[in-house]
Each structure stands twice: as C-alpha cells, then as structure tokens.
C-alpha cells in the first residue's frame, strides 16, 4: 500500500499533452516512470512463467519419446519430479504475477488519471472553441481504461506469452529446416495482413448491427412503456408495424455481419490451414522415416495451433492501437490551441491592501459561440471594501473574477496586487473564497463539502449553518451533515444546494470574497435573511459580488456594470423595469 502511494504522490503534470505518443505501448513506456522497475520485473517473471510451460511442453515431447523407446515406466525415471517440480514454480509465478500485475495495471493507470487530472488543472479551458470538458474527461477515460487493458490482460499473460511461444516454435521449426521457417512467416504474415484489412470492414457490419439492434429495443421498448398513450391514439397497428420494420432492419443488419464474418473466418482458415499442413506434413514425413523423434510432432501440433489464437487476438490488438492512435490524435489537435494557464510564481499571496486593474483586456467565446472582448481600467479593491459587478448574460463577469483567480489568463493588460503582477503570486486559499452558483456539490458528505478540508471548527461551522438557513433541512435528513451528496436518500431542492455552497465559500476564513450570483435560487424571504447574515459576516472583509439584481448592491462601496461593447464603468443604480428573477417578490429591483 505505502509503495503505490509513494507512486501517485510522486505523479506530476504532463509537461506537453501534444507530444504524447500515439502509439498504445509507446505512450506506456514513456510514462512509466516510477513504474518502471516493478514492470520490468513483472515482466521478467511473466517471461520465465511463459518459459516454463513451454518446458512442460517440451518435457512432454521426451517423455513421448521415451515412452516410444523403452516403456511406460521409464516415465518415472526422473521424469515425473522433473514435472512436478516445474508445476511448483508455475504457480508461484502465477501467484506474484497475479498479485502485483493485476495491482501494477490498475494502480499505474491510476497514476495516469492523476497525472492528467493535474495537466487539466493548469488548462485555459475559456480559450478552448468546440471542445468540452465532458469530451476531454471521456477522452482521458478511453486513454486510462487502454493502458489498464494492455498491462493487466494483454501484456501480462498475453502478448510476452504469444511473442515466446511464436518465437520458440520458429525457432524449432528453423533449426530443422530453413525453408519451411520462411515458408510459415511468408504465411503467417499474410494471415495478419488480411485479418487486419478485413478486420476493419467486419468493425463496419458489426457497428452498424449494434446500432440497429439498440434502435429495435429502444422502438420496442418505448412502445411497451407507453401501452395506455398507444391505445388511446389507436396506435396498435401502426406500433406493431415500426416494431416489425426495426426488427427487419436489424436481421438485415445481421446477415450482412454473419454472411462477411464467416467469409472472412474460412479465408483466414485456408491461409493458416496451407501453412499448418505444410509444415506438419514435412515433420510427419521426417518422423516416419525416423529423423526425428515422434514428440517434436506433439510439439509442434499444440504451440502452431496456438499461433493461430494468438495472430487473432493480435490482429485485433493492432485495431485497438490503430483506434487508440486515432483518437491521441484528436486530443492533440483540440489541445493543440489550448494555452496553458500561468499558474503564478512561487510566493504563497495571502492578502493584500489594495488590488486594480490595469487595461486588462480579455478575448472570449459567447455562449452563442461568438467572440467578444471585454476592457477592465478602472476597476479596484482596498481591504474590506465590498464592490459589485453587473452586466447582461454573457458580459463576461464571470470570466473577470476567473481572471482574478488565475484561472483565466488576459490577452492584455496587468492585474496589480499591491503594486505587482498577480502572475508574480501563487494563489491561496486563506487569499480568496468562492461561492458560486456554477460550483456543484462533490459526492462527499454535507459537512465535508461545507469544511472541504480545513480545520473544524464548530463553533464557526454551526454559526455559518444557521446564518445561511441550511441547519434545519440538514439536521432533519436521516444521517445529517453526514449524508452523502448524490445519494437518492439525499434530495435537495436547488435552493438548499446552493445554501450548503454559501456556507461553504463563508468557512473559509479568507481575506477576499468572489460572489458569483450567490443567493440565485433562493426563495424571497430565505433570500432576504440569507443576505443580511452574509453581509454582516463580511463586514470585515472584502467582497466582489456578480449579479442582476439591486437589492444585493446595497450598502456597497462601489457598483461597476459592463456596457455593450465590453468595457466596465462606474455603474448608477436605478428602479427596474420589472421584478427580480425566479421566486423575487413584486417590486424588487434590479440594476439595468
């Protein structure tokens, strides 16, 4: 346990995702790292296991031999221990292979997933067009789940098994005749050349069949669900027909799959066949006239039938690299434009006296996937001063606190932070909090979400519990704080949620406050009450909060609102033209 810990401690970020290799097994042994002893040795063991039932094998063939010589009991003469003996030492390597293999395949592609989690971190996702985090993390997941793959079931037991067994059997055959040797590469590399050229258009049969097998079960399935709508709308002739046709195109489907696959299976079985009778009928021949001795013929039977399992399953092991490659490929190119994100310099920024922008300038994609730049000059913070931040969706108020926070980088212009370049700092936690209503709830326990790491106090947490009006709905579910986030015995309606992610934001003991939206969600009278008790909490610190509405922009030291073409101004507060958003009471205000 402590040796793989020391491992996923030791894991950094990669330096450049667009250098990964995209071959399967070149991107692995690059990234072995402190991996790279415990693989060599777990393959050395796999090596020596593979070597061993290949001996067995071989003692077999003397036995026969021997057998054909001098009688059955002179199988005992020494044989029977030699036996013996080798099926002890199999185990054992099966025992170690089995125990740090499997743990060495899922615990390095662990490693990776940290690894790549980490290079996530310091990624400028706001720059990045057409590309999702949700694709990426699949991506990620495809790259971790291929390597835990291939070390866990093709390397161990698979291909260092299929390159010695192959690799013995040549040898044996080339020993005894040159020309047969050629004669079965010649052979064996056409088997995986065709199985690779036909393997692919056997993907497209087999692709298409699924799709119409899940299109028949999900036609089949909704109609069943929806019985009583079906009779109603006097649907029964017309459901049973689209069922029918969904079960037609699937048959289809299947018999174009059936029909390629066994021709592809009988054209795989004659080239391999010609070279299995080719060479078992040469050794055969040498053997009845006494050339060799009778066991090689066993020898030879059972590893070249072998062959044929493993040039199978390599053929389609060659399609998953080739997949693999494809979708490296892909990730490179999406990261390729994806700047890195300057995660700042080595001095901790625990507080500060006075923060301004200076002509920062930011360009960024809308949500309607259009850009729009943004001009920040004349915005400043002192310590305890409470600013507010307005501007229509899209405005880019949001991106401002992000590059606050260093997670966004500006195209132009400095963040100062008493003077000097925020990129000059690393960040803390005691520098700033964020209650944001785009933060979700990780699938931890209520309190742990609220603490989220920092030190407990009771005191601290019960005040912030019962300001932000979350004690009562938490003490009343079956385990309280305890209860786990994602549970289906934990419902929470959208306004608690975003009570736990206030409480939150406010434990954290910092010296700058980013409010994104905090109390959007929030029931009119909740919201009211929530709002005072924040505000007082704060009284002592500083604040930027992000919103639409008026009546979170009282009592603040300055208001700033973006104006349509980007740039951010001293704002004037004035009645709205309607009410708040959902749940406000009639009449509240906002800031136009």
């Not at 402190?34 to 071989?58: E, G, M, N, Q, R």
């Not at 010589?69 to 003469?77: H, T």
């Not at 070249?304 to 190119?333: C, G, H, P, S, T």
């Not at 009546?551 to 709205?576: H, I, M, Q, T």
Request: proline share 3%; hydrophobic share 45%; glycine share 6%.
């Amino acid at each position: 346990m402590n040796i793989w810990k020391s491992k996923l401690d030791n894991s950094e970020a990669f330096i450049e995702p667009k250098d990964f290799p995209n071959f399967l097994p070149g991107f692995i042994f690059r990234y072995l790292g402190p991996f790279t002893k415990v693989f060599a040795l777990t393959t050395a063991l796999d090596a020596i296991h593979a070597i061993i039932i290949f001996l067995s094998t071989l003692l077999l063939t003397d036995v026969l031999n021997i057998l054909a010589e001098n009688g059955p009991l002179s199988v005992f003469d020494g044989f029977l221990y030699k036996f013996i003996l080798l099926y002890a030492v199999s185990l054992a390597l099966s025992w170690i292979i089995r125990k740090w293999g499997y743990s060495l395949a899922n615990v390095f592609s662990k490693y990776l997933t940290f690894k790549l989690y980490k290079t996530a971190l310091k990624m400028d996702f706001a720059k990045l067009s057409g590309f999702s985090k949700e694709k990426l993390t699949a991506m990620f997941a495809f790259i971790t789940k291929s390597v835990d793959g291939f070390i866990g079931d093709r390397w161990l037991w698979g291909l260092t098994h299929d390159f010695i067994t192959v690799g013995l059997t040549l040898w044996i055959i080339g020993s005894r005749n040159l020309t047969i040797l050629l004669f079965d590469i010649a052979f064996f590399s056409l088997f995986i050349f065709v199985g690779i050229a036909l393997a692919k258009k056997s993907q497209y049969y087999s692709h298409k069949e699924y799709l119409s097998d899940v299109k028949a079960c999900s036609v089949t399935t909704n109609f069943f669900i929806n019985l009583n709508s079906v009779k109603r709308l006097f649907l029964q002739d017309y459901s049973a027909k689209i069922i029918k046709d969904s079960y037609l195109e699937n048959y289809r489907d299947i018999h174009n799959k059936t029909a390629f696959h066994s021709s592809y299976w009988l054209l795989q079985d004659l080239i391999y066949g010609t070279a299995f009778l080719t060479t078992m009928g040469f050794f055969v021949s040498r053997a009845a006239r006494g050339e060799i001795p009778v066991g090689y013929i066993v020898l030879l039977f059972s590893t070249i039938l072998q062959i044929k399992d493993i040039f199978e399953v390599l053929v389609d092991d060659l399609l998953k690299y080739n997949d693999f490659a494809a979708r490296m490929k892909e990730l490179k190119v999406s990261l390729a434009g994806l700047p890195v994100i300057n995660t700042g310099g080595t001095e901790k920024l625990n507080g500060f006296a006075k923060i301004e922008f200076k002509e920062v300038g930011f360009d960024m994609i809308t949500p309607k996937n259009t850009r729009r730049s943004i001009f920040v000059d004349n915005l400043y913070v002192e310590a305890t001063e409470k600013i507010g931040i307005t501007g229509p969706s899209g405005c880019g108020k949001t991106t401002l606190l992000n590059m606050l926070m260093q997670q966004v980088t500006p195209n132009r212009g400095q963040i100062l932070v008493d003077g000097v370049n925020i990129a000059n700092f690393r960040l803390t936690e005691t520098f700033c909090s964020v209650i944001s209503q785009s933060d979700i709830l990780f699938n931890i326990s209520i309190k742990d979400n609220i603490v989220l790491g920092s030190n407990f106090d009771a005191k601290r947490y019960q005040r912030i519990s019962e300001g932000v009006k979350a004690a009562d709905f938490i003490n009343q579910l079956p385990e309280g704080d305890a209860s786990i986030i994602g549970n289906t015995d934990v419902l929470l309606s959208h306004g608690q949620e975003q009570r736990i992610k206030i409480a939150r934001g406010l434990y954290r003991d910092a010296k700058l406050y980013l409010l994104d939206e905090p109390f959007s969600g929030l029931d009119w009278t909740v919201k009211k009450q929530v709002i005072a008790f924040v505000y007082e909490f704060l009284k002592e610190k500083s604040f930027i909060i992000v919103t639409h509405t008026k009546d979170e922009l009282d009592n603040l030291d300055r208001v700033y609102a973006f104006d349509r073409s980007g740039k951010l101004n001293l704002a004037e507060v004035n009645p709205p033209a309607e009410a708040d958003a959902v749940g406000a009471e009639p009449g509240a205000a906002q800031l136009l």
